[in-house]
């Protein structure tokens, strides 16, 4: 058996099938009321029905539709923290004419970890390149800071990374 789209909302199609059983049977049920108040009343009592599962059906989607724009404004919030974080761990640690250690590789590396898990293919893409660029220097055995062109490089892959970012 295939199972239902996505799209598929057992909600609405209730309610659809519902209006069309109310449309089929609603002539037969009024023509054998002998009443005027009799008919009214079954009138309304349908039309009540009818009404509090149409708004039940708004209601649910309502909220449904609150829980995810909150769901996507508190990725976006932890999105940018971590964009942030790693924005400035890269500066300290390529602006700043000190050594490379330990410790700056292993954040470097949680960071890009970090942002392979909540950012796009294209920013995980730039932001490996700056870690590379790090580490690189980090494990050469000549130099332990890095030079003018790795200073300068690493600033081009932050424009990179800050414009994919914005996107």
């Known amino acids: 058996m295939k199972p239902w789209p996505k799209s598929f909302d057992?909600?609405?199609?209730?309610?659809?099938?519902?209006?069309?059983?109310?449309?089929?049977g609603y002539d037969r049920?009024?023509?054998?009321?002998?009443?005027?108040?009799?008919?009214?009343?079954?009138?309304?009592?349908?039309?009540?029905?009818?009404v509090i599962i149409t708004t039940m059906y708004m209601?649910?989607?309502?909220?449904?539709?609150?829980?995810?724009?909150?769901?996507n404004n508190e990725i976006f919030k932890k999105k940018l923290e971590v964009y942030e974080r790693a924005i400035s761990l890269w500066q300290r640690i390529g602006f700043?004419?000190?050594?490379i250690d330990q410790e700056d590789r292993a954040s470097c590396l949680e960071v890009q970890l970090n942002l392979m898990v909540i950012a796009p293919t294209?920013?995980?893409?730039?932001?490996?390149?700056?870690?590379?660029?790090?580490?690189?220097?980090?494990?050469?055995?000549?130099?332990?800071?890095?030079?003018?062109?790795d200073k300068e490089q690493l600033f081009r892959q932050l424009v990179?990374?800050?414009k994919l970012v914005r996107k």
């Open 59 to 71: 209601l649910n989607k309502q909220t449904e539709v609150e829980r995810k724009k909150e769901l």
């Open 160 to 162: 990179d990374f800050a």
């Open 29 to 50: 049920l009024i023509a054998n009321v002998t009443t005027e108040t009799a008919r009214e009343t079954i009138n309304s009592a349908i039309g009540v029905i009818f």
């Open 122 to 149: 294209e920013v995980a893409k730039c932001a490996t390149g700056i870690t590379n660029t790090i580490t690189s220097v980090y494990k050469s055995e000549s130099k332990q800071t890095l030079g003018e062109e």
């Open 96 to 99: 700043i004419d000190s050594e």
């Open 10 to 24: 057992a909600a609405y199609v209730s309610i659809l099938i519902l209006a069309v059983f109310l449309y089929i």
